[in-house]
């Protein structure tokens, strides 16, 4: 067999017809990524009928005088069949002696653990250790088991199990999760689907919590949507409709106070200490839809269109959903688009038989965080599962330059 470069057909056929592969396993990723500084290639190990049998993306980084390689969420291949693994990694090895490469590194889709939240449940992958020992008897040095997100691609993942019957999902969401939903809803937040003219809500919305640049946004979208991959979707608040539905909850709320000081003076002269402590509840309840009001009056009239407050970018492959790229107004976060946001995926992509939507990285659930640990408990609160990989591995291609590379480093940390 011989290792070939691949055009993007030829790649993306044999992608889709693989057990098991990612978005970033694409030819449209690699594309996406030709505009970040890397070079890319698709390369593949063809036999001797011109069939495909193993293949990957590779991305080559300039770091100074070193060119070092990567392959997003690892190479197409069974890592099961050593065999073939042992030739596609010689291969993969002498191309990228060639292209004066120093290493390359990996971060396979091997499952470790699977843990639901929900249901206490955790899963181990009974194969894991087998696939694993591959790796390392070929070579590939293991960099740990990290918690957060220190490696190549996030090394635990957040995945929903999408279910064609939305009720039934809406069910299993904890209360506080589809408290906010309802919220959203009656507060007037809509969800629309957009197209490029919506791309600019999602780089600013984005860009506190994430460093992709404009041209990291617009070639997402723009190289998925060649080949009908991606969607774009944001919640727009709808101005009026929020003033008038707090307006209601106000006459509502003025009405429920109402009740309860009409019954304080029918019971003058008795024990009123509950009617009391409610009447103090719900006062202070009426105060907070005040301020509501007036809130919701002064954004109807600076904003008779509308606001965005909240987009979000996915690509679908193979049966899963994407979240990309998401981001929303810090200034009407107390609104909790998002969550509407997320529940209408499920919701849409569900109905049209994807199997699961993925919420992306997220860090180990069972070690706290400050930074990190609220995301994760909010992604996880979809009744969704993480699922935890092996993490990176690393090749050595040319250990003369590699040991020149580490040695430097102390000198590059300073130069920087």
Excluded at 92 to 115: D, E, F, G, S
Excluded at 299 to 325: C, D, F, P
């Amino acid at each position: 067999m011989i290792l070939k470069e691949l055009s993007n057909d030829e790649f993306n056929r044999f992608a889709e017809k693989f057990m098991l592969s990612s978005m970033y396993q694409t030819a449209e990723y690699s594309m996406v990524m030709k505009n970040q500084d890397y070079e890319t290639f698709l390369v593949g190990l063809v036999n001797d009928t011109n069939d495909v049998m193993a293949a990957t993306v590779i991305l080559i980084e300039r770091l100074g005088k070193f060119k070092y390689a990567y392959a997003p969420k690892g190479y197409l291949v069974d890592f099961t069949n050593y065999e073939l693994l042992s030739e596609f990694s010689n291969e993969i090895k002498k191309y990228l002696k060639r292209k004066n490469c120093i290493a390359i590194k990996i971060c396979p889709l091997i499952a470790k653990t699977k843990y639901t939240p929900s249901t206490k449940i955790k899963l181990t992958n009974p194969s894991y250790e087998k696939l694993y020992d591959n790796l390392k008897k070929l070579k590939y040095y293991h960099l740990g088991y990290n918690n957060f997100f220190e490696s190549l691609k996030p090394r635990f993942e957040c995945i929903v199990e999408l279910d064609k019957d939305p009720v039934n999902m809406f069910n299993k969401l904890p209360d506080d999760i589809k408290m906010k939903i309802r919220t959203c809803d009656l507060a007037g937040i809509r969800i629309y689907k957009g197209n490029e003219n919506n791309l600019d809500f999602i780089y600013e919305q984005m860009r506190e919590k994430n460093d992709k640049g404009k041209t990291y946004v617009n070639d997402m979208y723009y190289n998925f949507n060649n080949t009908g991959k991606v969607d774009v979707y944001f919640a727009q608040l709808d101005t009026k409709a929020f003033l008038i539905n707090t307006q209601k909850e106000y006459q509502k709320q003025i009405q429920i106070c109402n009740q309860i000081t009409s019954k304080l003076f029918e019971n003058q002269g008795k024990n009123n200490n509950d009617v009391i402590s409610l009447k103090i509840k719900e006062d202070n309840k009426l105060s907070q839809i005040k301020n509501q009001l007036v809130y919701a009056t002064n954004l109807l009239r600076e904003n008779q269109n509308g606001i965005v407050i909240a987009s979000i970018m996915v690509i679908k492959h193979r049966g899963q959903v994407y979240l990309t790229l998401d981001g929303y107004d810090k200034k009407y976060e107390h609104l909790c688009a998002q969550d509407l946001l997320i529940w209408k995926l499920m919701e849409k992509y569900g109905s049209l038989g994807y199997r699961e939507l993925n919420l992306g990285g997220i860090s180990n659930p069972n070690v706290y965080n400050e930074k990190y640990s609220p995301n994760t408990e909010h992604k996880l609160s979809f009744n969704s599962s993480s699922i935890e990989y092996a993490g990176d591995f690393e090749l050595i291609v040319n250990m003369p330059l590699y040991s020149i590379y580490r040695n430097s480093a102390p000198l590059r940390k300073v130069f920087k």
